[in-house]
């Protein structure tokens, strides 16, 4: 463990908190009107940790074959945490949707465990970091979305449906990052496999 770890770590203790407030707001006693804001600064702080560890760990050379693991489930976890929590209520995402981003990264977290096992360690990817700055892009467009829906500034509808749109767009993007890691690490991975 070291200093970026404990960022990496930050993010995923921070998850839960996104289907807590955005689906206990009643029982919790907060405004609708203040959700959108509240989820805003907690997704500010997890991609600024996510920002913060990969910069420690190359300045401090801390990069480790942990943090090569940790750095991209701690990603997978905070972004389908947060879609998960979008296909209820009233954003009404569409489940399928959200399960390819879920399959993706089981899939490429199962094969990475598999290597570690045998000693080898799968980088993250180019389109595997385009992949989550596309997601958290897309969460921050549906937060956005939200406070001007619950100012009234636009309708459910509308909301719904950018949303769809950019969450459909970035699931696409998704398969495509999951063809380009299976058929980079192809070698490596029928080696683990004990194909090779």
Same mark, same amino acid.
């Given at each position: 463990m070291?200093?970026?770890?404990?960022?990496?770590?930050?993010?995923?203790?921070?998850?839960?908190?996104?289907?807590?407030?955005?689906?206990?707001?009643?029982?919790?006693?907060?405004?609708?009107?203040?959700?959108?804001? &509240?989820? #805003? %600064? /907690? !997704?500010v702080?997890?991609? *600024?940790?996510?920002?913060?560890?990969?910069?420690? @760990?190359? $300045?401090s050379?801390?990069?480790?074959?942990?943090?090569?693991?940790?750095?991209?489930m701690?990603?997978?976890?905070?972004?389908?945490?947060?879609?998960?929590?979008f296909?209820?209520?009233?954003?009404?995402l569409p489940?399928? &949707?959200? #399960? %390819? /981003? !879920?399959?993706?990264?089981f *899939?490429?977290?199962?094969l990475?465990?598999?290597? @570690?096992? $045998?000693?080898?360690?799968?980088g993250?990817?180019l389109?595997?970091?385009?992949?989550?700055?596309?997601?958290?892009?897309?969460?921050?467009l549906?937060?956005?979305?939200?406070?001007?829906?619950?100012?009234?500034?636009?309708? &459910?509808?509308?909301?719904?449906?950018?949303?769809?749109?950019?969450?459909?767009?970035?699931?696409?993007?998704?398969?495509?990052s999951?063809?380009?890691?299976f058929y980079?690490?192809?070698?490596?991975?029928?080696?683990?496999l004990g194909?090779?």
């Amino acid at each position: 463990m070291n200093s970026a770890h404990y960022f990496t770590l930050l993010r995923i203790l921070i998850s839960p908190i996104f289907p807590i407030l955005y689906l206990g707001y009643g029982w919790l006693g907060i405004p609708l009107v203040w959700v959108p804001y &509240l989820m #805003l %600064v /907690f !997704l500010v702080i997890c991609e *600024f940790s996510d920002i913060l560890d990969g910069f420690l @760990a190359r $300045r401090s050379n801390q990069v480790t074959d942990l943090g090569k693991v940790l750095d991209p489930m701690a990603d997978s976890i905070t972004h389908i945490s947060f879609f998960l929590t979008f296909t209820q209520g009233f954003v009404k995402l569409p489940l399928l &949707l959200v #399960l %390819v /981003f !879920l399959y993706r990264d089981f *899939f490429i977290s199962t094969l990475r465990t598999l290597c @570690a096992l $045998r000693g080898l360690a799968l980088g993250a990817r180019l389109s595997g970091k385009l992949k989550a700055i596309m997601q958290a892009c897309v969460a921050f467009l549906i937060i956005f979305l939200m406070i001007f829906y619950t100012q009234g500034l636009i309708s &459910l509808e509308m909301l719904q449906q950018i949303s769809l749109l950019s969450v459909a767009i970035s699931a696409l993007y998704t398969i495509f990052s999951a063809c380009d890691y299976f058929y980079a690490n192809r070698l490596f991975i029928k080696k683990a496999l004990g194909k090779a």
